[in-house]
C-alpha cells in the first residue's frame, strides 16, 4: 500500500517461483481534499478493509513514512499508514515496512528513480502492456514486489521482525542526528 490522504495506491501480486510475480489487482482508493479529514480517514479504511477482505494477503507492504517539508502531506501520509497498518493486524497479517528509496532501487536499481521509471519498471517485471497509473497505483505494486523479493525484511511484531541494510542505515542516521541534537552540535554550528 502507498497511503496517502487524497490518493492511496493498493495493490496485489502474487509470488511465483523464479523472482517472479503476477498481478492480481490494483487500485486507488481516493477521497476529496474539501472533506474533513476524520471522514476521509473512515473512507479509506473501508476501502482498506474492503480490499484486505476480498484479496486476503499473506503480507501487508506499507511504505514507510519519512519526513517531508510538507508537514500537511507528511501527517495525512501517516495517519493512512496508520490504518494499512491496522487493518492489516485486525486481520493477523504480518506488515512490513520498505522505504521509498529501498523500493526504487528493488524495482528499477537506483534509489534515485523518479516516478516514471518506476511505473516502466513495474510494467516490465509484471509483464503489463501498459504502466499502472496513476503512479501511487505502481507505487503500491513496486511495494509488493519490493517485498516478494526481500521476504526477511522490514517484518512488523515480535520475534519476527527484522529489517534490511537499507532500513538499518536510515535507522543509525536517525539517531546520529538525534543525538547531535541532544549533545548540543546543532546549538554550536549556528553560534559559529
Not at 9 to 31: E, H, M, N, Q
Not at 60 to 75: C, D, I, K, P, S
Not at 121 to 150: F, K, N, Q, Y
Request: aromatic content about 2%; some cysteine.
Amino acid at each position: 500500500m502507498d497511503p496517502g490522504l487524497t490518493r492511496c495506491g493498493v495493490g496485489v501480486v502474487d509470488s511465483r517461483p523464479g523472482r517472479r510475480a503476477v498481478l492480481v489487482g490494483v487500485g486507488v482508493l481516493r477521497t476529496a481534499p474539501e472533506t474533513t479529514t476524520d471522514l476521509r480517514l473512515l473512507e479509506i479504511s473501508r476501502g482498506l478493509d474492503s480490499w484486505l477482505d476480498e484479496h486476503v494477503p499473506d503480507v501487508v507492504a506499507v511504505e514507510r513514512v519519512f519526513a517531508q517539508n510538507n508537514r500537511g502531506t507528511v501527517m495525512g501520509t501517516a495517519q493512512v499508514a496508520g490504518l494499512a497498518m491496522v487493518a492489516a493486524a485486525r486481520r493477523g497479517v504480518p506488515v512490513a515496512l520498505h522505504t521509498p528509496s529501498e523500493v526504487k532501487a528493488a524495482v528499477t536499481g537506483s534509489g534515485r528513480a523518479d516516478k516514471a521509471q518506476v511505473q516502466k519498471m513495474i510494467a516490465s517485471i509484471l509483464g503489463l502492456a501498459v504502466a499502472p497509473e496513476p503512479a501511487d497505483a505502481a507505487d503500491a505494486l513496486a511495494l509488493a514486489v519490493t517485498h516478494l523479493w526481500r521476504p526477511a525484511g522490514a517484518l512488523q511484531g515480535g520475534d519476527r521482525h527484522e529489517t534490511t541494510p537499507a532500513q538499518r542505515a536510515w535507522a543509525a542516521a536517525e539517531q546520529q542526528a538525534r543525538s547531535r541534537y541532544r549533545t548540543g552540535v546543532r546549538g554550536r554550528e549556528q553560534v559559529r
